[in-house]
């Protein structure tokens, strides 16, 4: 695929509109497909010079929802819906029409872009540690350490005892 500047768009759609060349001659002489050209002077009728600068912008779910009401009850094509939306490609209206279909209208809000921000590693024990105090699970865990500590120290107590009470029996000459 190739890309054609702003200014090359402007000066083809131009050169279409006075009338001495075709659609499939000129977009023939640029290497475009010919319905992207039809695209493109469609776009530069309804918005004139405005038509091919380039807007990044996140759309909201209510904007999305009116391109397709607007295609349902006017008829429209999608190609032309996005010419009269002034919307850069097609495929935008296609995709939002598949998340309307598959997730309904809460598919259509706009998502956080990016990696969500790192928390602190004390925030995370802390988060831990609050979200385990008050569990049932946390309290029989901590009942059972005790009592493996409580078997431990009576085992050792034993056998200090034993120890004391049975000294060494070797024989001094």
């Given amino acids: 695929m190739v890309k054609i500047s702003d200014s090359n768009k ?3 759609v131009l ?5 001495k ?4 001659d000129i977009s023939n002489s640029l290497g475009v497909d010919c319905g992207d050209f039809r695209l493109w002077v469609k776009r530069y009728e309804y918005h004139g010079e405005q038509a091919f600068i380039k807007s990044y912008t ?7 929802l009116d391109v397709l009401n607007y295609i349902n009850e006017h008829g429209t ?17 296609r995709s939002w029409k598949k998340l309307l279909e598959s997730g309904g ?7 956080k872009k990016g990696r969500p921000a790192m928390k602190r590693k004390d925030e ?8 385990a105090e008050g569990s049932v699970e946390s309290l029989q865990a901590e009942v059972e350490r005790l009592r493996m500590e409580n ?17 060494n029996k070797t024989r001094h000459k």
Avoid: M, W
Wanted: charged share 25%; hydrophobic share 30%.
């Fill in 21 to 24: 060349e075709s659609y499939q």
């Fill in 10 to 12: 402007h000066t083809a």
């Fill in 105 to 111: 209208i809460d598919a259509l809000i706009p998502k």
């Fill in 124 to 131: 995370k024990q802390l988060n831990k540690k609050r979200s």
């Fill in 77 to 93: 094509s999608i190609r032309e819906t996005s010419a009269i939306f002034n919307l850069p490609t097609t495929n935008l209206i």
């Fill in 151 to 167: 078997a431990y120290l009576k085992k050792l107590n034993a056998l200090v005892q034993n120890k004391e009470k049975s000294p």
């Fill in 15 to 19: 050169r279409y509109l006075e009338g």
């Fill in 58 to 64: 996140n759309y909201t779910a209510d904007y999305k």
